[in-house]
């Protein structure tokens, strides 16, 4: 049976996501979208930090150079902590000001992929981007409601995405400049929920959480589901890998959609999978 323990800290998440492993904290970090706050567990005695931002943030990323970088509702700004600094440099759609960054992580070569979304979730004027160590940007993919995501294959040869409004996750072919032939990877049934934020294990499995569906699950490389984890929230939102081992599984839910919460929806759990991850990867600008 796996293990599954709730994190104390006092608080629920309206919308926890972006879950990060920091071997240069020895902490895990994910935010609260909607709070809007940056959340910070230390893995050395437990503690829990949390941050209030100035606007909706979809995550945050490590920088070679120190402190983050986060996608805002309004853009790329470098973040730093104890005392907190926000500097935005740049803003990929202007003309739409409704939309809001949602997901990120940074792949082996320093680039941030992320996606965008209609707060409103009402059209499919999403995109996915990538943000280069230039600090330019360039569309990956278009037309989406809710992207999720990335997580990147070991190999670095794939990459996977979803749009949890459409239920559908992606695999697209990682390239030079980008990535191409998007491809439907894994379909999820109306009972299954909606997939939501990812990982990769070191194994080259891809763990899904599940919106709705109050679990996390593992699939094989050709999208073959292998195995569920069950959790006490009902809107699981993301996953990462941490620990010096990479082998303790933290996940993120969420409060929002919810009229009947109970104490466990909206928490941060770690969870004894008994499965590796692979390294978090640093923006390179």
């Known amino acids: 049976m796996t293990a599954w323990r709730l994190i104390e800290r006092g608080v629920a998440d309206t919308l926890g996501e972006g879950t990060l492993w920091s071997a240069r904290d020895n902490a895990v970090y994910w935010v609260d979208i909607l709070a809007p706050a940056l959340n910070r567990l230390s893995l050395v005695d437990g503690t829990v930090e949390r941050w209030a931002m100035p606007e909706p943030l979809g995550w945050v990323v490590e920088r070679e150079g120190g402190g983050f970088v986060g996608g805002f509702q309004s853009g790329f700004a470098?973040?730093?902590?104890?005392?907190?600094?926000?500097?935005?440099?740049?803003?990929?759609?202007?003309?739409?000001?409704?939309?809001?960054?949602?997901?990120?992580?940074?792949?082996?070569?320093?680039?941030?992929?992320?996606?965008?979304?209609?707060?409103?979730?009402?059209?499919?004027?999403?995109?996915l981007y990538r943000l280069a160590p230039d600090r330019s940007w360039s569309v990956i993919d278009a037309d989406y409601r809710v992207p999720n995501g990335?997580?990147?294959?070991?190999?670095?040869?794939?990459?996977?995405?979803?749009?949890?409004?459409?239920?559908?996750?992606?695999?697209?072919?990682?390239?030079?400049?980008?990535?191409?032939?998007?491809?439907?990877?894994?379909?999820?049934?109306?009972?299954d929920g909606y997939p939501d934020g990812m990982t990769v294990d070191a194994d080259g499995h891809i763990w899904v959480a599940h919106w709705g569906g109050g679990r996390v699950s593992r699939f094989t490389p050709d999208g073959v589901l292998d195995r569920a984890i069950a959790l006490p929230?009902?809107?699981?939102?993301?996953?990462?890998?941490?620990?010096?081992?990479?082998?303790?599984?933290?996940?993120?839910?969420?409060?929002?959609?919810?009229?009947?919460?109970?104490?466990?929806?909206?928490?941060?759990?770690?969870?004894?999978?008994?499965?590796?991850?692979?390294?978090?990867?640093?923006?390179?600008?």
């Open 78 to 127: 470098d973040i730093r902590l104890d005392p907190l600094t926000i500097t935005p440099f740049g803003d990929p759609e202007p003309h739409f000001p409704g939309n809001r960054m949602n997901d990120g992580k940074a792949d082996a070569q320093g680039h941030i992929w992320c996606g965008t979304m209609d707060m409103a979730e009402e059209h499919d004027r999403g995109a």
């Open 150 to 191: 990335p997580a990147f294959s070991p190999c670095g040869r794939w990459l996977y995405h979803s749009d949890t409004a459409k239920r559908q996750m992606y695999r697209f072919a990682r390239t030079a400049d980008g990535a191409t032939d998007r491809q439907p990877f894994i379909r999820f049934a109306e009972a």
């Open 233 to 285: 929230a009902r809107q699981v939102t993301n996953i990462c890998f941490g620990g010096a081992n990479l082998d303790r599984m933290f996940v993120s839910s969420a409060t929002v959609g919810l009229d009947d919460a109970t104490p466990h929806d909206g928490g941060f759990f770690e969870v004894d999978c008994g499965v590796r991850g692979l390294p978090t990867h640093q923006f390179a600008g």
